[in-house]
């Protein structure tokens, strides 16, 4: 996550100004910044093993994992492999006084970790690199490596896991697992995944998560579920901008838009418009659609 936007930083900081050299100094200060992030990053997990029974700490064995995952490796057996081989590396963040646990060992303790704490942790600390990288570009530069973007687009959307609903040996129906995810498309960081509650769906769910986050110059997409007054106003209360699909299950508001996208009116359109007016024509879910 966040590798695509951290990739298009450095490039386009090299084609604008050759090759990237930083200063042995500001190369210090850099690793010095992301070593203390990474050591306080798994500081707010809970630990919920018997204190008096673990002999690796849980902050170790996320960071050998978060590592891990993030070079390749997602098997608990090269995990393992992974962590052993890099043990010199690991022991610059945290003392690894016992080595490296068994991949049996990763697996019952990533079991017991708060996935939403743990969540959080990661999605900081990824903004906190990109900012890192940043400074430390435009510290190297008389004019700033990174131009802002304008807007940033959120997009908000829900998925259904196929086939977890089933259940074998009966005839009894099940609701397949729900998950609401939130992604930063300007950034390429998942901001939130979340599991929806089986009682409920994606629109508490959304309005709850949208609520608690900063929207100010964000642009947020969602489908036509989400299309809800509640929502909209959420947005507009955090100073953000939206952009939904229109179906009829918003009946009224449906009608107004039809009743306005006639072939006069969208003639009009694209005449004052010029340049300005788009349109797009592709398939798609088994139909022909066109975007204007």
């Known amino acids: 996550m966040g590798s695509q936007k951290i ?7 090299s084609n604008k100004r050759g090759p990237i050299r930083i200063p042995d100094k500001l190369e210090e200060q850099l690793t010095d910044k992301a070593a203390r992030q990474i050591r306080l990053l798994f500081c707010d997990v809970t630990d919920y093993r018997l204190s008096a029974r673990t002999k690796y700490p849980i902050r ?38 016992n080595g490296i646990c068994s991949h049996d060992t990763f697996k019952r303790s990533l079991a017991l970790v708060n996935t939403y704490t743990l969540q959080a942790s990661t999605v900081e600390i990824l903004e906190e690199f990109m900012g890192i990288i940043e400074e430390a570009l435009s510290e190297n530069s008389a004019q700033p490596c990174v131009e802002e973007e304008g807007y940033r687009q959120i997009c908000v959307d829900g998925k259904s896991n196929t086939g977890t609903g089933r259940c074998y040996g009966t005839e009894k129906e099940k609701r397949n697992l729900q998950t609401l995810n939130i992604y930063d498309r300007s ?16 629109i508490p769910e959304s309005q709850k998560l949208l609520s608690l986050m900063d929207l100010k110059n964000s642009i947020v997409s969602f489908d036509a579920l989400n299309t809800q007054k509640k929502t909209c106003r959420i947005i507009k209360d955090k100073k953000g901008h939206y952009i939904g699909g229109l ?10 838009a039809v009743d306005s996208f006639t072939e006069e009116n969208i003639k009009k359109c694209e005449e004052k418009a010029g340049k300005d007016y788009i349109m797009t024509t592709e398939k798609m879910h088994s139909q022909i659609e066109t975007r204007r």
């Open 187 to 202: 950034s390429g960081i998942c901001i939130s995944s979340t599991a929806i509650p089986s009682k409920t769906n994606e």
């Open 60 to 97: 170790e064995i996320l960071l050998v994992v978060f590592t891990a995952v993030l070079c390749g490796y997602t098997d608990y057996e090269e995990i393992e492999a992974f962590g052993k081989a890099k043990l010199r590396f690991f022991r610059n963040f945290y003392a690894f006084s």
């Open 247 to 256: 179906k009829e299950n918003q009946a009224v508001l449906y009608r107004d």
């Open 7 to 13: 990739k298009k930083v450095l490039e386009d900081y």
